[in-house]
């Protein structure tokens, strides 16, 4: 069993920054892409940014330039540098990874966090 917990969460100006972290535990043997998803109010889930085993990224056009994604393979960690802050950007955050449970399988498993809340207003 895999899980996902989510951190750094919270009220921010517009124009601030915020940092979201996410940790993965459980039974893993590695993790390929990795990313953040986001989920307004009436909306969509949608994805910000992923990032790959190898460091490859893919941001959402309404990020790049403001989000950087980056990751540490061997604490088996992600993270979300949001800068430039908008209210836009206000929603659930949620962390994905694609999980590798045990050498003895190629099958992944796609798992998700529980998500946290980011809010942006003044």
């Known amino acids: 069993q895999v899980r996902l917990v989510e951190s750094g969460g919270g009220l921010v100006q517009p124009g601030g920054s915020l940092i979201l972290s996410c940790a993965a535990s459980?039974?893993?043997?590695?993790?390929?892409?990795m990313g953040w998803y986001r989920q307004a109010p009436g909306k969509e889930r949608e994805l910000v940014a992923s990032?790959?085993?190898?460091?490859?990224?893919t941001y959402a056009d309404s990020v790049k330039g403001r989000f950087t994604i980056s990751r540490d393979n061997v604490a088996s960690t992600v993270s979300l540098q949001m800068n430039s802050l908008k209210p836009e950007d206000t929603a659930i955050y949620y962390c994905?990874?694609?999980?590798?449970?045990?050498?003895?399988?190629?099958?992944?498993?796609?798992?998700w966090g529980q998500g946290t809340l980011v809010t942006v207003s003044s």
């Open positions: 990032i790959t085993n190898g460091g490859s990224t």
């Open positions: 994905n990874a694609d999980v590798r449970p045990t050498r003895w399988t190629s099958r992944t498993l796609n798992t």
């Open positions: 459980g039974t893993i043997f590695s993790i390929n892409a």
